[in-house]
């Protein structure tokens, strides 16, 4: 791609680096959307930017589908020049497509850094020896950070993995060295092993293992539900965070913490009225974009019970948002809980 290679030195300091590729991470401990499936499209991720997230990342994206240009799967790399810093997220256990795979995203569309997904547990991705799989067969692994790597340098390349498989082999340590010496600039580390999906507990002790062992940002990820735990989270060494859950229900979430990270002060939620304004807002903006409400409306089912984690009436409102159809239907649902009255009123 005509690119000049060059070398970065990192330098570590408890939890701050100089690193000019990655400069969101100098003076600085940001705060990263995690990259979700389903969630994390280019509208939501304005979004969490507006509230305060610092670095946000695309769901992830099949390198097999860029390479064979996929229609459906292009759409995914679609993103807003507010967004930035981004990165496009990549999975796939082929080192030759993904490292052509690599290059191709970075022709089109220039996001600020490349991501590579090693930590997924869905099973039909595992299936294909792609996510977390990886974790299983670190040649493997090896061969496609440094495919990657090489094939966009000196554009900064970063990972996500889990921790392990499973219990019986946590290997995040290794795992971290490996794409350390492959020049992977940057690894999130999500606490939790393949086997346990999104359940049990994050082990932060072993996510701190990995922060001391490389000389590498670390962003911590796993049970970050408020500005609390971050700043308690942030005593383990790592560089920064990255939010996923927490985030889908209450993307005010990031400006909660970086309030509290710089003031030791803690905001109270929004009001009622602002987060059902947000909802609204999300529903009518997504299907603007698509230019079909009903169907978008179907699509934002899920979103909207994540929405209502937390609010009152919340198991009447799953209810109805199982079955809504229109925006209409939305206000209608709004106006009846800010009032206080049944949301079936």
């Known amino acids: 791609m005509g690119f000049e290679v060059r070398f970065e ?3 570590k300091v408890g939890a701050s680096y100089t690193n000019g590729m990655l400069p ?3 003076n600085r401990f940001p705060l990263f959307l995690a990259p979700m499936a389903g969630v994390t499209d280019s509208l939501f991720r304005g979004y969490c930017k507006e509230f305060g997230a610092d670095v946000v990342v695309t769901e992830f994206v099949a390198a ?3 390479f064979r240009r996929n229609t459906r799967t292009l ?3 679609d993103f807003k020049e507010e967004e930035r810093p981004l990165g496009v997220q990549l999975f796939g256990a ?5 490292g052509r795979a690599a290059q191709m995203v970075l022709e089109w569309k220039q996001p600020d850094f490349i991501d590579l997904n090693f930590g997924c547990p869905v099973n039909k991705v595992v299936a294909k020896n792609g996510g977390s799989a990886l974790l299983r067969d670190c040649p493997l692994l090896r061969r496609v950070a440094l495919a990657v790597v090489h094939a966009v340098a000196p554009h900064p390349v970063t990972a996500k993995i889990r921790i392990g498989w499973d219990q019986n082999s946590v290997n995040a340590v290794e795992t971290a060295r490996i794409l350390e010496d492959c020049g992977v600039q ?4 999500h606490g939790r092993t393949k086997e346990q999906g999104y359940g049990g507990e994050a082990n932060w002790d072993v996510i701190a293992s990995v922060a001391q062992a490389v000389h590498i940002p670390v962003i911590g990820n796993g049970d970050l539900t408020s500005a609390q735990d971050v700043a308690k989270r942030r005593q383990t060494g790592v560089a920064g965070v990255m939010l996923g859950r927490a985030a889908m229900s209450a993307p005010w979430v990031f400006g909660e913490i970086q309030h509290y990270l710089k003031t030791g002060e803690l905001l109270p939620e929004p009001a009622l009225e602002k987060q059902w304004s947000h909802i609204v807002r999300h529903c009518r903006e997504a299907a603007l974009r698509t230019g079909a409400e009903g169907v978008t409306m179907q699509f934002m ?4 019970m994540a929405y209502s984690r937390g609010m009152s009436q919340a198991r009447e409102l799953r209810l109805r948002f199982s079955h809504i159809g229109s925006l209409a239907e939305l206000e209608d649902i709004a106006a009846c809980h800010m009032a206080g009255a049944s949301v079936s009123c």
């Not at 940057?186 to 580390?189: C, E, T, W, Y």
């Not at 089912?301 to 909207?304: D, Y």
């Open 301 to 304: 089912r899920s979103r909207l």
């Open 75 to 77: 759409e995914y790399l």
């Open 64 to 66: 097999e589908g860029i």
């Open 94 to 98: 082929d080192p030759e497509h993904l």
């Open 24 to 26: 969101w991470f100098h």
């Open 9 to 11: 030195v990192h330098f």
């Open 186 to 189: 940057a690894l999130a580390v």
